[in-house]
């Protein structure tokens, strides 16, 4: 796997990985930035709730439950001392259907964050990870 990094202006990057697909990079304008895109840490976060929901959906599917949606919301702490690196992570997994089996969710959701998910096994070197299920959450 390879990504580039360039410059577009000032602290504003674009960066390319192997899938050949543009991403923005941004930061504050206090430092440089145009606030014109997500922030590195963000993207990792981006990257862990991408990597998780990948793994749940091909294993709900393999487990035949059929979810109409699934939303995944990713909070984080970071320590206050460089590298200001993610000390606590929480996702909130939100799963939309009829007649879901809370139980194979539970398991498909276990896997990922135990076994199958890269990001998470990466970044649980560093914070302390967490997770709640949610069934067809109000809002």
Known sequence: ??????QAKGATLIAKGNSNHWVVMDTLNKIGGNEGGST????ILMGLGGCTSID???LLK????NI??????VSAERKDDHPKVFSKI???????GEDLDLKKIKKAVGLSS?????VTAML???AEMSYKININPEN
């Open 62 to 65: 393999k487990m035949r439950v």
């Open 40 to 43: 590195p840490m963000e993207m």
């Open 114 to 118: 135990d076994k199958y998910c890269s």
């Open 124 to 126: 649980s070197k560093t």
């Open 90 to 96: 929480h996702m909130d997994f939100n799963f939309f």
């Open 56 to 58: 749940v959906i091909s």
């Open 1 to 6: 796997m390879e990504v580039t990094v360039k």
């Open 68 to 73: 109409d949606d699934l939303s995944v919301n």
